[in-house]
C-alpha cells in the first residue's frame, strides 16, 4: 500500500505558483523518515514518470534542468512531510505529481494533479 500522500495540485494560470506537500502515513515514524532520500516525480499523460527534485535526509537537494530557478524542494521531519514549492508554472509542468522514497521506492500513491493553463 502506498506510503504517502500527495496534495496540494490544482489548476493555475501560466506563471502562477503552487506549494505541494507530501505526507508520510503514520506507519513511518520520525526516526525512519528522517533517513529517507526523498524525491517528487512528476508523469506527464503518455510519457514516463521523471524525477523533478531530490533531498536528503540531511537536506542537499537536486533538481531536474528544467525545474532550476523555479521549484524548491523542502522537508519538515517533524512532521513527516516533504514540500514542492513551485514558482512560475509552465504548461510544460502540467503532470501528476507524486513524491516517493529514492531507494526502494513504496507502492507508488495517488498523486496530485497538476495543470497549468496557457
Known amino acids: 500500500q502506498a506510503q504517502f500522500v500527495e496534495s496540494g495540485g490544482a489548476l493555475v494560470q501560466f506563471g502562477g505558483s503552487l506549494r505541494l506537500s507530501c505526507t508520510a502515513s503514520?506507519?513511518?515514524?520520525?526516526?525512519?523518515?528522517?533517513?529517507?532520500?526523498m524525491g517528487w516525480y512528476r508523469q506527464p499523460p503518455g510519457k514516463q514518470r521523471e524525477l523533478v527534485a531530490s533531498?536528503?535526509?540531511?537536506?542537499?537537494?537536486n533538481y531536474v534542468d528544467s525545474a532550476k530557478g523555479r521549484f524548491t524542494i523542502s522537508r519538515e521531519d517533524a512532521k513527516r512531510t516533504v514540500w514542492l514549492q513551485m514558482n512560475d508554472l509552465k504548461p510544460d509542468d502540467t503532470a501528476v505529481y507524486y513524491c516517493?522514497?529514492?531507494?526502494?521506492?513504496?507502492?507508488w500513491g495517488q498523486g496530485t494533479q497538476v495543470t497549468v493553463s496557457s
Open positions: 503514520t506507519a513511518i515514524f520520525r526516526s525512519i523518515f528522517m533517513t529517507y532520500g
Open positions: 516517493n522514497r529514492l531507494r526502494a521506492p513504496y507502492t
Open positions: 533531498i536528503t535526509g540531511d537536506g542537499s537537494t
